[in-house]
């Protein structure tokens, strides 16, 4: 074990053996020599900030096509530096990312030759596959009918969701996949539907307002229940009491759901915790990991193995440090990468898919043995988007290793001052958030969020559902918090009608940073159990100074009904 300072934060972090053993496994060689990758200088916090720092979800933009000229919705702004193509515009045969490619200098720094590429290259406006009538959302694949939603797949009729997969008719939702259907404002919850305002849920119907319920059916205002049905603030009624007591509720005013929530909040408080919400995980340490074997520090991974700092990973194996990647089989042997698909034995990517054995290169598809490329596809033995034999390659690589080596680059990635995106719109402004004077302090970019002025005249939003018309549709909502502008979508009137929720009276990037503000951090915590004479310790998401009732899974067991 290796005890270090990291060089960003100036915490000290340790680098255990069994990290050194991958590194040196998944260390690359070339022209007969094996360059060994270092341990990290940072510690797994600021490396996640890092990578993070490449990746714009939620923030759109209507832009002109840097190819025709004509509108299109992209992540980049019209003020960025970059080429921005469409999607069909990228994917076309007329051009070729090799006409960009450039020999390398080894009198220039290996990052700052790679960034003057980047920023050559055309990019692609969206990351967005296969998806029918969902113009408006990122990081997604096979979706339809979806609507400002993001890091989201095969989903149909979603709006305003983040991380979700496999399910539909979702509104502002977070990290519920597995069949979920016709839920609103749920987080972490699995194979859920007909519910509103659940979190931590598993195998539900009918319930709301509820925390951390498996297998149960029609319960409000419930908490740490198993397998119930019929149960109004963990007591039990009979189904006609509960239908009565429903009504009484009157879900559709916007007063009672006021109420509700409220109530919601204090059971939320009050309630047990369970020091990790891991679903059928073994060995396993983090917090939302579900189907995972072995795999350490991590959060809201799913059919991982044998890894180690996954952040929302898919299926990787025998890998580290990734986040948001995975594929329909396992990715195998990468370290550090972000946002790729069906990868085997990368170092240092960022949207990359069907590759193997690249390195420090983004962008590239259906690539292999490739080295500080961009925008490729369905190449091989290139450096700096040239192309090279294979003898050629591997002599060259060794050269270019060497001298990141001699100037501490090897091993590190892409530094965040090259990030294609500013800092504040990024997922990294999301989970290590950074004023503007601190960002750009740092050499971080910035980019002042464009504020639309609110009409002098808005709609005053009907105190029940049932009061909104079709014309809700032309008219303008004011956000109470920001007093930003909206508008309701029709699929959006539709669900809340069926659904007996009341019209939302904050903007959908206010009702985000709400669900955001509950999530827990990134940051595990070595803890004792809190159930009086248990001495079991864990690690955590719950920081110490937090107010909630922190259980050991035993003790847990024990009190769950």
Not at 342 to 362: G, H, R, V
Request: net charge negative; glycine share 4%.
């Amino acid at each position: 074990m290796i005890h270090k300072t990291c060089k960003q934060c100036n915490q000290a972090f340790a680098v255990e053996d069994a990290d050194l053993t991958f590194y040196k496994k998944v260390s690359p060689t070339f022209a007969g020599k094996t360059f060994e990758i270092p341990a990290p200088t940072l510690c797994y916090e600021c490396r996640l900030q890092r990578r993070l720092a490449c990746r714009n979800e939620r923030n759109l933009f209507l832009r002109p096509s840097s190819k025709s000229g004509k509108p299109i919705v992209s992540a980049y702004s019209e003020d960025s530096i970059y080429k921005v193509f469409s999607q069909e515009e990228w994917w076309a045969d007329d051009w070729d990312a090799a006409e960009f490619g450039a020999d390398y200098d080894p009198n220039k720094p290996f990052f700052e030759q790679l960034y003057e590429l980047q920023k050559r290259v055309p990019r692609i406006a969206l990351i967005n596959v296969n998806s029918e009538n969902s113009d408006y959302t990122n990081q997604a694949a096979k979706n339809k009918d979806c609507y400002m939603s993001f890091d989201i797949g095969w989903c149909e009729n979603v709006l305003h969701c983040r991380t979700c997969y496999s399910s539909k008719d979702l509104i502002d939702c977070f990290n519920c996949r597995d069949n979920c259907e016709f839920l609103y404002e749920c987080i972490n919850c699995q194979n859920a539907n007909n519910s509103s305002f659940c979190t931590s849920c598993e195998n539900i119907s009918g319930c709301h307002y509820s925390f951390d319920l498996r297998g149960c059916h029609d319960c409000i205002l419930c908490s740490n229940l198993q397998n119930k049905q019929y149960y109004f603030e963990n007591k039990q009624l009979t189904g006609e009491e509960f239908e009565k007591k429903k009504a009484e509720l009157d879900l559709g005013l916007h007063k009672s759901r006021q109420e509700l929530k409220a109530k919601y909040q204090e059971l939320v408080k009050s309630s047990i915790h369970k020091f990790a919400e891991n679903i059928k995980c073994e060995d396993c340490f983090g917090n939302n990991l579900t189907n995972c074997k072995n795999v350490k520090t991590s959060f809201g991974a799913n059919k991982c193995e044998d890894g180690k700092y996954f952040f929302y990973s898919e299926r990787m194996k025998d890998s580290c440090d990734d986040n948001n990647s995975g594929g329909e089989s396992s990715c195998e042997l990468n370290l550090e990468t972000i946002g790729c698909y069906m990868i085997y034995n990368n170092k240092f990517l960022f949207s990359c898919w069907n590759a193997t054995n690249l390195l420090y290169s983004n962008f590239c598809h259906s690539c292999k043995d490739c080295f500080g490329c961009v925008g490729l596809r369905n190449k091989q033995y290139c450096i700096l988007n040239k192309q090279y034999t294979q003898e050629e390659y591997e002599k060259k690589v060794a050269e270019i290793i060497e001298k990141m080596t001699g100037n501490g680059e090897w091993g590190e990635y892409f530094p965040i001052e090259h990030s294609p995106f500013p800092y504040n719109f990024t997922l990294a402004g999301d989970y290590f958030p950074l004023s503007q004077d601190e960002a750009t302090a740092k050499g971080y970019g910035w980019q002042e969020k464009s504020d639309v002025l609110a009409p002098s005249v808005s709609f005053e939003i009907p105190d029940n559902i049932k009061d909104a018309g079709e014309d809700t549709l032309q008219k303008v909502l004011v956000c109470e918090a920001t007093k930003r502008p909206y508008k309701i979508q029709s699929q959006e009137l539709a669900f809340y009608m069926k659904q007996l929720i009341p019209l939302p009276r904050r903007h959908p990037d206010q009702r985000y940073l709400d669900r955001f503000a509950t999530l827990n951090p990134l940051h595990l915590w070595h803890r004792q159990c809190m159930n009086e004479g248990c001495s079991n310790e864990f690690e955590t998401t719950y920081a110490p100074d937090k107010p909630e009732k922190v259980y050991c899974e035993s003790c847990y067991q024990k009190v769950v009904i």
